[in-house]
């Protein structure tokens, strides 16, 4: 069973930065990637950004050239640096992991304020 524990959201004003982070109870994210998803109130939960077990990375268009998603393999992290962020943004934050089943976080709260 792998946890993933979420840290880093919080409240900030349009164009501020955040950095999320995503510790896991293994090393799953150096074998199998990560990803960050999000899901905003009365919206489906979408895919934000994930990175691949060889550091491959793709993007929601609407996230391109202001989140970078990167790992610490030594720490079984994945971070997601969000910069300009704008109110659009604001959402529940979810790290996923996957192997042979899916692993979830529990969400960190993203909030811009305009």
């Known amino acids: 069973q792998v946890q993933l524990v979420e840290s880093g959201g919080g409240l900030v004003q349009a164009g501020g930065s955040l950095r999320l982070s995503c510790a896991a109870s293994?090393?799953?994210?150096?074998?199998?990637?990560g990803a960050w998803y999000r899901q905003a109130p009365g919206k489906q939960r979408e895919l934000v950004a994930r990175i691949s077990s060889g550091g491959d990375t793709v993007y929601a268009d609407s996230v391109k050239g202001r989140f970078t998603i990167s790992r610490d393999n030594a720490k079984n992290t994945v971070y997601l640096q969000m910069n300009s962020l704008k109110p659009e943004d604001t959402a529940l934050y979810y790290c996923n992991a996957r192997n042979l089943y899916v692993y979830w976080g529990q969400g960190t709260q993203v909030t811009v304020s305009s």
């Open positions: 293994g090393s799953i994210f150096s074998i199998n990637g």
